[in-house]
């Protein structure tokens, strides 16, 4: 695994399920995974996993090496960003879209910084907001030619 990637994506479970649904994109995340250049927050692995029986759900249970875990700061940033942009976030408790860009704005002074893979425009909205680079999953394939 690299140490020093030279991108990162943080994906969304919507992201995950349209990728492993081909070949191309399952085997792209896979690699950019074992460079390091993609991670999945701990709440995307719950979200993904409790459809129990779908592709993307044994694709993300097989990949467990590509999970961040939950710290304490992203936690308590998920848990402001979901009050302070409600309307624009999934209403459910375990929605994973406020994890996701809490992780991605507390790591977005590293290099490289992390850009959300999401086609949700209220996480995108968000990402605006919180000065977080994002892509949709066509321009995600667009960019690497699949």
């Not at 649904?21 to 979200?47: F, S, W, Y």
């Not at 991605?104 to 919180?130: N, Y």
């Amino acid at each position: 695994m690299a140490d020093n990637p030279a991108r990162c994506f943080y994906a969304d479970t919507n992201a995950i399920i349209a990728l492993v649904k081909t070949g191309p994109g399952r085997q792209l995340l896979e690699q950019l995974g074992d460079r390091n250049e993609l991670r999945i927050p701990k709440a995307v692995q719950r979200e993904a996993t409790r459809r129990r029986e779908t592709e993307a759900a044994r694709w993300v249970r097989d990949h467990k090496r590509f999970v961040m875990p939950t710290t304490q700061d992203v936690a308590a940033l998920a848990f402001s960003l979901a009050s302070h942009h409600e309307r624009l976030f999934t209403t459910s408790p375990s929605a994973a879209d406020p994890e996701l860009v809490a992780a991605a704005v507390l790591h977005r002074d590293r290099q490289p910084t992390p850009t959300i893979l999401s086609d949700d425009t209220g996480v995108q909205a968000v990402c605006l907001e919180e000065n977080v680079p994002y892509a949709t999953v066509r321009a995600f394939q667009h960019i690497f030619g699949i």
